[in-house]
Nanobody
């Protein structure tokens, strides 16, 4: 009942910026925590940033000061603004939301399809 569609990935030079978006659609009553993960080839999946329904944010040490997570509750969308990109940021980025579908009292985790971000040196 909930689908996540990511957009905004691409190729950028070191020092550049990209903005990822993840829009939730379907029949759901509420969204709790929203976040972004990334996974590079041969690497473990890493939590990049989270934002609560109240707007509290948390970031991995590797992206603090460079990335900003935000959300637009009216649009059911979470964003990741990535500035001062480095080659080591190259990865597939996945959005993740905790949402309660219509007709159930339970929350579930949902994942986006992934967006490739490539940073060239």
């Amino acid at each position: 009942q909930v689908q996540l569609v990511e957009s905004g990935g691409g190729l950028v030079q070191a020092g550049g910026s990209l903005r990822l978006s993840c829009a939730a659609s379907g029949t759901f009553r509420s969204i709790n925590v929203m976040g972004w993960y990334r996974q590079a080839p041969g690497k473990q999946r890493e939590l990049v940033a989270t934002i609560t329904s109240g707007g509290d944010t948390s970031y991995a040490d590797s992206v603090k000061g460079r990335f900003t997570i935000s959300r637009d509750n009216a649009k059911n969308t979470v964003y990741l603004q990535m500035n001062s990109l480095k080659p080591e940021d190259t990865s597939v980025y996945y959005c993740n939301v905790v949402a309660r579908p219509s007709g159930t009292p339970y929350y579930y985790k949902y994942w986006g399809q992934g967006a490739q971000v490539t940073v060239s040196s």
